[in-house]
């Protein structure tokens, strides 16, 4: 048979893949989720975003990270998924758990980005068009727009929810004071935001620097990490130089300026401390993540089953010693 019907893995829910409850609310997400920025729009065959879609729920994976701009091109990772759904996952929906997002530039006009009333809305039609369904478990307000009122980017949230078009809404990438009028003002209006989502990395700690994690969990909301491989640097990819069909090599999302000596050193010493533990740096720094308990879950992102495989691991071993962690933080400067 050419595409025979899938049939998930009964052992999905082993207790391999660990669940972390999400802020104060009745959702448990995985410890990974499986995020679609890069890897899952044109850019990919069919077979292997499918693959990968597989592979991630076979082993309990339910949480599955879209937005309307991801692709690349915009819109065809949400299209991919939207297949992935039709052909696959249908059967499944109730075990699932998907997001997508609205904020970026989507299409051409004063209307077709940021974080107006009809952006929202009009972006989260498209994108329950494009992915085959009738609602979306999470809806997120993609970046804080700076010249639409705070007040109608947050109650077009409120009632997407009324009108049953999501379950939960989030925020993504706002700003300390601009995500504590958020957390008011949807917990005000019932609604109460579920997930931040925020760039995160042991190369990248604005968010505890700033505050944003604490602040996350002090109102009862969940904190989920994207880029938690600061985009390929925390893997041994780079150790020995920038691979010619490597993401630095394309010079688009990763530039390799950023491939310091300094970096380059603290990525090898960041490898040594991972082997010692017995895991790749990849692994490590996922696992590094997820010994916060603040965190509810991290975004991976892939290119491959293999390299999935990888990233999986590090739900394994997400203890650390003291020593550990003072040997990472001394490397991290």
Request: with cysteine; charged share 20%.
């Amino acid at each position: 048979m050419i595409n025979p019907i899938y049939n998930p893995s009964a052992s999905r829910y082993d207790g391999t893949m660990q669940y972390r409850r999400c802020g104060r609310s009745g959702i448990l997400l995985p410890a990974l989720s499986l995020g679609m920025w890069h890897n899952f729009g044109d850019v990919n065959t069919f077979a292997n975003s499918q693959a990968m879609a597989h592979y991630a729920f076979d082993r309990g994976i339910t949480h599955f990270d879209l937005a309307d701009n991801y692709g690349p091109s915009y819109g065809s990772a949400e299209e991919t998924f939207g297949m992935i759904m039709k052909k696959s996952f249908m059967p499944y929906r109730d075990e699932l758990f998907i997001s997508t997002k609205a904020g970026h530039d989507m299409w051409p006009g004063p209307y077709g980005d940021w974080g107006s009333r009809k952006h929202l809305i009009s972006g989260l039609d498209k994108s329950l068009q494009r992915m085959n369904l009738d609602y979306v478990d999470i809806f997120y307000s993609h970046r804080y727009d700076p010249n639409t009122p705070l007040e109608e980017t947050m109650q077009a949230l409120v009632d997407i929810v009324r009108q049953g078009k999501a379950l939960y809404v989030g925020i993504s990438k706002y700003p300390p004071e601009a995500a504590a009028f958020a957390y008011k003002y949807l917990a005000e209006h019932d609604v109460p935001c579920l997930l931040y989502q925020g760039r995160y990395s042991m190369f990248d700690r604005k968010v505890e620097e700033s505050g944003l994690l604490q602040q996350a969990y002090d109102n009862g909301t969940g904190f989920i990490a994207f880029s938690p491989l600061a985009q390929g640097l925390l893997t041994n990819r780079y150790l020995n130089g920038i691979p010619a069909d490597s993401r630095m090599a394309k010079e688009k999302f990763l530039k390799s300026d950023v491939l310091t000596d300094e970096v380059l050193a603290k990525i090898k010493a960041l490898n040594e401390v991972a082997a010692q533990r017995g895991q790749t740096l990849a692994e490590m720094a996922l696992a590094w993540l997820l010994s916060d308990k603040r965190v509810s879950s991290v975004i991976i992102g892939a290119s491959s089953v293999a390299q999935l495989a990888d990233n999986l691991k590090a739900v394994e071993n997400i203890n650390f010693a003291p020593e550990e962690l003072s040997k990472i933080s001394e490397i991290l400067g």
